[in-house]
Nanobody
Framework: DVQLVESGVGSVQTGGSLTLSCEAS????????MGWFRQAPGKEREAVAG????????YYADSVKGRFAIAQDNAKRTVYLQMNSLRPEDTAMYYC????????????????????????WGQGTQVTVS
């Protein structure tokens, strides 16, 4: 059974920092792309940051490049999202997501993860920047 357990809910002032964590079940971690999506009220869900299983390739939304960083700890089966220089527009529910299946190339797998149509999802954690 695939489980994604998120932590790091919080409120922070503009310019502050926050770290989100997502612990994955052994089946998922190290086998599939993982990362974070977010959805603000009245807006579509968007991919924020993703990482491939070996950690060698990452994806960042343009809006967070240079401010957010994704990393993984293999021993803890955990993916982290370090968020710096937070802005009010970063306020959203953040969801950990992991791809469900492999694809022919890791590039395709990351792209499918980014599209968000075939992922496992965590329960979500609220981030509020004021």
């Amino acid at each position: 059974d695939v489980q994604l357990v998120e932590s790091g809910v919080g409120s922070v002032q503009t310019g502050g920092s926050l770290t989100l964590s997502c612990e994955a079940s052994a089946y998922t971690f190290g086998r599939r792309c993982m990362g974070w999506f977010r959805q603000a009220p009245g807006k579509e869900r968007e991919a924020v940051a993703g990482i491939v299983p070996d950690g060698e390739n990452t994806y960042y939304a343009d809006s967070v490049k240079g401010r957010f960083a994704i990393a993984q700890d293999n021993a803890k089966r955990t993916v982290y999202l370090q968020m710096n220089s937070l802005r009010p527009e970063d306020t959203a529910m953040y969801y950990c997501a992991a791809g469900r299946r492999p694809y022919a190339t890791i590039t395709q797998e990351l792209e499918m993860w980014r599209m968000g149509m075939d992922n496992y999802w965590g329960q979500g954690t609220q981030v509020t920047v004021s």
